[in-house]
């Protein structure tokens, strides 16, 4: 085979491998139009944005799958190169192989980022990899329950045959190769043009920063911001960051643009000039006023974090979708936070932050899994509690070793850290007849609380995390639900299977109904005058199952609901049921509800403190100040502008303090 020749035939095989790459293409644009039709029927856009959107898309697209493309690239060089023509008889058979894997991880970073997209509405973050931490039994067995495993697999299987047919069709060999009479200059013009032109596809931009580093907005819609990125960028920057946390090169003090200057960090969170700069801490270190009443009498504490409690959904609320069931009317009754959010979307994520008293660090693992373990947080909530003499107890409705939640929260200041078989074992219960899939029904995980503060000798700390309202949503066999009415209105803002709405409503109905229960029980007895009862969620994963009017103000809504004895009711004369706030601001105004005269450290603020700049933050840059959620970065009023300012402050003091702990 004559020089020339061999030039022709690599180039032949170049054209045979970009028909794949055109394939591939193709596969992430269905993708995002899939996205855009399935999620996208109420957003606000232009048909400028629109266009702007895709093409977009287009080029990072084109970018991910520069990656593919660099590698047959590099092959066919060399071979031209160093004339390895021997290697002609074997590099279609080579490339066969190498697209079709590439096809398959193109396939599954794709089904991973719809279904990702489907549960919190955004695309593959650094979320996924809990997934590798959750009880991978229970996950499958969701996955049984929920989909038809035979089916899907029968059709993942002709999926397969059918791409591994098309990349075959596609790269077939072809023994009549066009010749090309192209000198040796001319051939190396082409090669070192090609790989310049596969470079810039790479790296998407011939700006400062590659496309996918820097991905600029096209939209104010949310939604519609987030189309352009694909699966395979998204999972690069969440195995990234991921990585980066777990190796300790995580530093949210330069993210959040204060190195160097940790004392205006502070000054902003605070919202004043005079701090003690010598004492950086000294300066979030808090004090409870003086309360006779408190000194005398030591409330119980009980803070029910219930499972996905998210509030879009209660908006809903009739008597023919009655979804709160007994908890209606104490809500009705006390005192309920309303423009409160979740600091993450995740249920371990929102729980460590409002165990620390600190803000939700954004792309980083859990403390419980990460360097931090073993850490005791001299800060944290209920180390506060056990200093003023009570006894504290963490209670989960599943097995403790789940997230390390049992050894992490142990050091946290909690007497006792109680789990799933700490609860069979102490109420004699059957446990295959009282667990679902994640633990046990919420009914008994409320029996063992009044358990615990009926025979308590101490004032209790409680604080308590449910495991209903989880998928595969399974009932107690022994709860009469009610019948739950879609309205016309709830029907168009609701995404996917309505017979699998209705399923998550009835068991939302359940934990929402449970606790309801739980609030009579605490009402109907002597606790009543000696039990202060919260109740919030860990976040709202109705997300990404419905649509929303206002992004921004409603998505990570999650209530706060507080119960207080008659005695304690005049705390609350004045305050202001609207502001916003977040997880880290729930024990800050539970101490000061509660005890007299304690010293606390806290980065949130206590909500009854009309003093204070109140906002709401979570970690996937929403922030909710009192006149409207936003994105991070773009606020659109004044007060959302201090609420900006404050969130950046609050990550790098929050960071500040975590690693001030020795």
Request: overall charge neutral; glycine content about 6%.
């Amino acid at each position: 085979m004559n020089k020339t020749y061999h030039f022709s035939f690599l180039l032949h095989q170049l054209k045979l491998f970009f028909k794949v790459e055109l394939l591939f293409l193709l596969l992430l644009s269905m993708t995002r139009i899939y996205l855009f039709v399935r999620y996208g029927t109420d957003a606000k856009y232009t048909f400028s944005e629109l266009a702007n959107t895709f093409f977009l898309g287009l080029r990072l697209d084109i970018s991910a799958l520069g990656y593919t493309f660099a590698m047959p690239v590099v092959v066919l060089f060399l071979m031209w190169i160093f004339r390895l023509r021997f290697l002609n008889g074997v590099v279609n058979s080579f490339f066969k192989f190498y697209f079709f894997l590439i096809f398959l991880i193109l396939s599954a970073l794709i089904i991973a980022d719809i279904g990702y997209f489907s549960f919190f509405g955004d695309h593959v973050t650094i979320m996924v990899f809990g997934v590798f931490d959750d009880d991978t039994k229970a996950l499958f067995e969701i996955a049984q329950k929920n989909y038809n495993l035979w089916l899907y697999g029968l059709l993942g299987a002709l999926y397969l045959g059918a791409g591994y047919f098309a990349i075959a069709k596609f790269i077939k060999d072809k023994k009549n190769v066009m010749h090309k009479d192209w000198n040796f200059f001319m051939q190396g013009g082409f090669f070192l043009a090609l790989v310049l032109v596969v470079f810039l596809a790479i790296r998407g931009s011939v700006g400062l920063f590659p496309l996918a580093v820097y991905i600029p907005e096209v939209s104010t819609d949310p939604l519609v911001n987030k189309l352009p990125q694909n699966a395979v960028h998204a999972m690069i920057k969440a195995q990234d960051e991921y990585q980066k946390s777990k190796n300790g090169n995580y530093d949210l003090i330069k993210m959040s643009g204060y190195s160097g200057k940790m004392p205006e960090a502070f000054r902003v969170l605070l919202g004043k000039k005079e701090i003690n700069e010598k004492d950086l801490l000294s300066n979030i270190v808090y004090e409870t006023p003086k309360d006779s009443y408190l000194e005398k009498n030591h409330p119980n504490v009980v803070l029910q974090v219930v499972e996905s409690f998210g509030m879009p959904i209660l908006s809903y609320q009739s008597e023919s979708f009655d979804i709160m069931r007994s908890l209606k009317k104490h809500f009705m009754e006390d005192t309920v936070f309303t423009n409160f959010i979740s600091v993450s979307n995740g249920t371990i994520v929102d729980l460590e932050p409002l165990m620390l008293n600190i803000i939700a660090r954004p792309n980083s693992t859990p403390f419980g899994q990460s360097k931090y373990l073993n850490t005791s947080f001299s800060q944290a909530s209920a180390r506060v509690y056990q200093k003023a003499g009570y006894e504290t107890c963490f209670v989960y409705g599943g097995d403790l070793s789940w997230r390390n939640v049992g050894k992490f929260f142990s050091r946290q200041g909690f007497d006792h850290v109680y789990g799933k078989a700490d609860i069979v074992a102490t109420l004699h219960l059957d446990e295959k007849k009282v667990s679902h899939d994640w633990g046990v029904y919420d009914k008994y995980l409320h029996q063992f609380i009044l358990a615990k503060l009926k025979e308590a000798k101490k004032p209790q700390l409680i604080v308590v995390m449910t495991t209903n309202n989880h998928p595969p949503y399974k009932l107690d066999v022994n709860y009469a639900s009610k019948n739950l009415v879609f309205s016309e209105d709830l029907k168009k803002h609701l995404v996917g299977d309505l017979a699998l709405g209705h399923q998550r409503f009835q068991d939302y109905q359940y934990a929402l109904d449970m606790v309801g229960q739980f609030m009579d029980a605490i009402k109907s007895s002597s606790l009543k005058d000696n039990t202060v009862v919260a109740i919030t969620g860990d976040n709202n994963t109705v997300e990404g199952g419905m649509h929303y009017d206002d992004y921004y103000t409603q998505t990570k809504r999650i209530p706060f609901y507080i119960y207080v004895p008659s005695a304690l009711k005049h705390k609350f004369d004045g305050a202001d049921m609207k502001l916003a706030g977040s997880h880290q601001d729930i024990f800050p105004t539970l101490y000061n509800l509660t005890l007299s005269n304690v010293k606390y450290t806290a980065i949130g603020t206590n909500l009854l403190d009309k003093n204070r700049l109140h906002c709401g933050f979570n970690d996937e840059a929403v922030i909710v100040a009192n006149d409207g959620g936003f994105k991070a970065g773009h606020p659109n009023t004044p007060l959302q502008k201090e609420c900006d300012a404050q969130y950046k402050a609050g990550l790098a003091v929050t960071e500040f303090l975590i690693k001030s702990q020795k």
